[in-house]
């Protein structure tokens, strides 16, 4: 079992920047945040692998971006140039495996471990 604990959520203005972290009770080999906005679905932002392979969704390409910390078991997504549309609660995921292509999925219904998620708030 693996724990996921999310921080770094806040109020911005647009055009501002958030920086999240996500602290990992144990190694997984794919990361990945996710949003939620209200009324809309979950949806995947970014994605990596255990070999720092990265994936992104369209809309924040050029403008977020995940790393990690092996050492000390933290993921994080550094946002810039934060848009209203941003706005949402943001999740981390975790999992052992996925399938056979080589980018790490951005689908949420490919993860099953989640943290309870932070809260990004972007003003206009």
């Known amino acids: 079992q693996v724990q996921l604990a999310e921080s770094g959520g806040g109020s911005v203005q647009a055009g501002g920047s958030l920086r999240l972290s996500c602290a990992a009770s144990?190694?997984?080999?794919?990361m990945g945040w996710f949003r939620q906005a209200p009324g809309k679905e979950r949806e995947g932002v970014a994605t990596?692998?255990?070999?720092?392979?990265?994936k992104y969704a369209d809309s924040v390409k050029g403008r977020f971006t995940i790393s990690t910390d092996f050492a000390k078991a933290t993921l994080y997504l550094e946002m810039s140039r934060l848009e209203p549309e941003d706005t949402g609660v943001y999740y981390c995921?975790?999992?052992?495996?996925?399938?056979?292509?080589?980018?790490?999925?951005?689908?949420?219904?490919?993860?099953?471990?989640w943290g309870q998620g932070t809260q990004v708030t972007v003003s206009s």
């Open positions: 995921a975790a999992e052992h495996s996925y399938g056979p292509s080589i980018y790490p999925p951005l689908r949420p219904d490919k993860y099953n471990y």
């Open positions: 990596i692998n255990g070999d720092g392979i990265t």
């Open positions: 144990g190694f997984t080999y794919c």
